[in-house]
Structure formats: structure tokens, C-alpha cells
């Protein structure tokens, strides 16, 4: 018989919510029941903020899986709706351990409310740092708009500050466009939050991403800072690049096949960049500068 969750702060944390010591090593919990179940009697939950499950870290997840097992229980509630049961946290180790071949996995099964299902969802992937700054974004915004949370009530609920929270929230202002580079790790949380309210947000992190600039000079790009004469700042200044810099870019790049690009820095320094697409091109890319390795 499943005992009666005890109501309070969920900001203590992930280990509170399912029975973690400190230490993070998994053991039964205090509430809910453990249970071995086939692994296609799970089903992913519609409240899990995370959407983005990427190729390598299932494969990665996959094969610690097949070496040590599965050694965190899934968190789970009865699905009254498919049968089965809905998972609440865990879903990448469920997609994992899928592909590694296991049948049958660990289960906590748990009285939750579907409010309670997206605190943990949330909790435990924000703990975890496995959601992208959109999807944490867009998590909290379905408990305040779902549930009525103000502010300050969320990030009690959620152990974070309460600028941390309004932060990420003004993420689902920028435009669609931005969201999906913040998405894919092109942009930064940082990049991104110097972008909110630009009315050349898109311009600007296309330009970002071009030109790999970090924070700093983003937030110094869109401040204006430094002005010259003609209204450049000294950020645009500096990213400019002359005649001679870019048939010097263009010489580089015929000769080696591959993408080089030119920062112009602080007087005459500056970045030389060469991309590349695979490994054979790193190693070609090796050979043309060094030789090749004595055998």
C-alpha cells in the first residue's frame, strides 16, 4: 500500500522526491513500490519537459547499461489511460536501456498527481543538467500556467533563485528561429538571454554562431558600446574584416580544402579557425602541417 506523499518543499531536491541519499546511490525510497516490469509496459509521459534525446548519449547510456545494468530505478505511476505505466523520471535511461537490449528494468511506482509529475520531471532534469535552456524554460512555464504558480512559489518549488527562474522564462520571448539554435547548442543560455527584446534577434544570432563570439562580446554587440564616429561599435569594429583578410581566407581555404576562418582581435592579433568535417579531414589536416608520422 503506497503511503500518502508528504507535502512541502520540493526544492530540497531530487534525492527528497525519490528517496536518494546524498551521495546520489540508488536505493528503494520511503514511498512507493518496487516492482520489475517489462520494459514495453512503460510509456513516456507527455509532462516530461525534456524532448531532445540525442543520438550519442543514448549510444553512450546504452552501452553503461549493457556493462553495469540499469543501476537507477525508473520512476513510474500506473497509466489508468494506455495500461501499463507512465513514467515520471527516467525516460532517457528507459530509451537506453532499449537499446541495450533489456527486456526488463527497474521500476518505482508512485501515487503522483499530474502535478507531481511535472515537478519531479522538472526537478530531476534540472538537477541532472539534461534539459536544454528552452526546454527548462518551457517546463516552468506549464507549471505556472497549468497549475498557477507564481513566481516565487515555483522556484521554492524548484530550489533555484527567483531571478534564475525569471531569467530563463524571458527565453520564451526570442523568436522561434533563436529558440531552435538554443535548442541544437548553438547558443548559449548567455547568448541567448543578451538576444531577448532585439527586434534583430535572428540577424544577430546568425551572426553569433558565424563569427563565434562568446558572451561578453555579445553583450558588448548589442549594448553599442564604444561607438566610433561612424556609429560602429568596437565589437562590429573589430569583426570587420578588410580586402587582404578574406583573399587571405580564400588562399587558405583552396589550398587546404577545408573552411578557414579569420577574427581580427586587439591590434594585430587575432584567430585563425580551420574547420573540419570528420576525422579523416583532421588527419589530413595533420599531415599537411606536420608531415606524415614516421613509420
Do not use: C
Not at 516552468?140 to 500556467?145: A, G, K, R, S, V
Not at 497549468?146 to 516565487?152: A, C, D, H, N, P
Not at 583532421?282 to 606536420?290: G, I, K, T
Amino acid at each position: 500500500m503506497a503511503i500518502p506523499m508528504q507535502k512541502g518543499r520540493l526544492g530540497r531536491g531530487l534525492a527528497s522526491l525519490i528517496g536518494e541519499s546524498p551521495t546520489a546511490q540508488p536505493r528503494l525510497p520511503a514511498e512507493g513500490e518496487q516492482r520489475i516490469v517489462p520494459i514495453d509496459q512503460l510509456h513516456p509521459s507527455a509532462s516530461n519537459p525534456r524532448k531532445d534525446f540525442r543520438d550519442q548519449e543514448l549510444a553512450e547510456l546504452a552501452d553503461s547499461i549493457r556493462q553495469k545494468g540499469l543501476v537507477q530505478p525508473i520512476i513510474a505511476r500506473i497509466d489508468r489511460a494506455r495500461g501499463g505505466y507512465e513514467i515520471v523520471a527516467g525516460e532517457r535511461r528507459w530509451r537506453a536501456a532499449q537499446r541495450a537490449g533489456l527486456h526488463q528494468v527497474l521500476v518505482i511506482v508512485r501515487d503522483l498527481s499530474d502535478q507531481e509529475v511535472l515537478e519531479v520531471a522538472i526537478i530531476e532534469n534540472v538537477q541532472r543538467t539534461d534539459l536544454n535552456a528552452i526546454e527548462e524554460a518551457t517546463g516552468y512555464n506549464d507549471l505556472i500556467e497549468r497549475f498557477g504558480y507564481t513566481q516565487e512559489q515555483l522556484a521554492d518549488v524548484i530550489g533555484k533563485s527567483r531571478s534564475h527562474l525569471a531569467n530563463t522564462l524571458r527565453l520564451l520571448k526570442l523568436p522561434p528561429t533563436v529558440r531552435v539554435m538554443v535548442q541544437e547548442g548553438k547558443l548559449t543560455a548567455g547568448h541567448a538571454r543578451a538576444l531577448v527584446g532585439r527586434q534583430d534577434a535572428e540577424k544577430l544570432a546568425d551572426h553569433i554562431v558565424d563569427h563565434q563570439l562568446n558572451v561578453r562580446e555579445v553583450e558588448a554587440l548589442v549594448q553599442g558600446g564604444g561607438r566610433d564616429a561612424g556609429g560602429k561599435s568596437e565589437t562590429r569594429r573589430r569583426l570587420e574584416k578588410d580586402a587582404d583578410t578574406r583573399a587571405f581566407e580564400k588562399d587558405l581555404s583552396d589550398a587546404l580544402g577545408l573552411k578557414v576562418e579569420i577574427k581580427p582581435g586587439s591590434g594585430e592579433s587575432g584567430l585563425l579557425t580551420i574547420k573540419y568535417g570528420n576525422y579523416d579531414q583532421l588527419d589530413y589536416l595533420r599531415a599537411r602541417l606536420v608531415g606524415s608520422p614516421s613509420s
